[in-house]
T-cell receptor, first 112, second 110 residues
């Protein structure tokens, strides 16, 4: 089954404790991206990757890192999480930057 | 960068009526305009999309129109049903980045 898988689904952590949210897709898509969803703000792109080893900042990259060592995986790293990073995070993949994006199930992150 | 504005933020309609959601964008380089539906607690899913070389696209009860000159595009849902209740997001892409609107919460009243 074609899918985008994120883990974990829920995470509560403390300020400053490094964490990684994993994202994996099995559709051989070249384009992958991370979004955060906050009430009233819609989905905002954090980082995107057009191919392996090619990543770039989206609209809200501060406090986040990503890597794209393999085509299927695109982890999101928070080196020192802060409470303002409490949000719902979605990973998405697509054939290209102007094609249908398939979203993962979402990760609800709470930083206390 | 691109700025996508979406209106209204909430919309209530009677079952069977039509619903219209409007979006504007600012970057003339944007050439792909998808619409996503997000049910409560679920992930966004594409319902329809349109490219800049097309003015209108229809899929059963859903249609999207695009006015490149005015930089606006709209989602039209006819004969609404309770299962259409969800949050709808418009988006614009310039091939490199996606920019989403802030969402419209649609409620269809039976």
């Amino acid at each position: 089954e074609a899918q985008v898988t994120q883990n974990p689904r829920y995470l509560i952590t403390v300020t400053g404790k490094k964490l990684t949210v994993t994202c994996s897709q099995n559709m051989n898509h070249e384009y992958m991206s991370w979004y955060r969803q906050d009430p009233g703000l819609g989905l905002r792109q954090i980082y995107y990757s057009m191919n392996v080893e090619v990543t770039d900042k989206g609209d809200v990259p501060e406090g986040y890192k990503v890597s794209r060592k393999e085509k299927r995986n695109f982890p999101l790293i928070l080196e020192s999480p802060s409470p303002n990073q409490t949000s719902l995070y979605f990973c998405a993949s697509s054939v290209g930057g102007a094609t249908e994006a398939f979203f993962g199930q979402g990760t609800r992150l709470t930083v206390v | 960068g691109e700025n996508v504005e979406q209106h209204p933020s909430t919309l209530s309609v009677q079952e069977g009526d039509s619903a219209v959601i409007k979006c504007t964008y600012s970057d003339s380089a944007s050439n792909y305009f998808p619409w996503y539906k997000q049910e409560l607690g679920k992930r966004p899913q594409l319902i329809i999309d349109i490219r800049s070389n097309v003015g209108e696209k229809k899929d059963q009860r859903i249609a999207v129109t695009l006015n490149k000159t005015a930089k606006h595009f709209s989602l039209h849902i006819t004969e609404t049903q309770p299962e259409d209740s969800a949050v709808y997001f418009c988006a614009a892409s310039n091939v490199i980045q996606f920019y989403f609107g802030t969402g419209t919460s649609l409620t269809v009243i039976p």
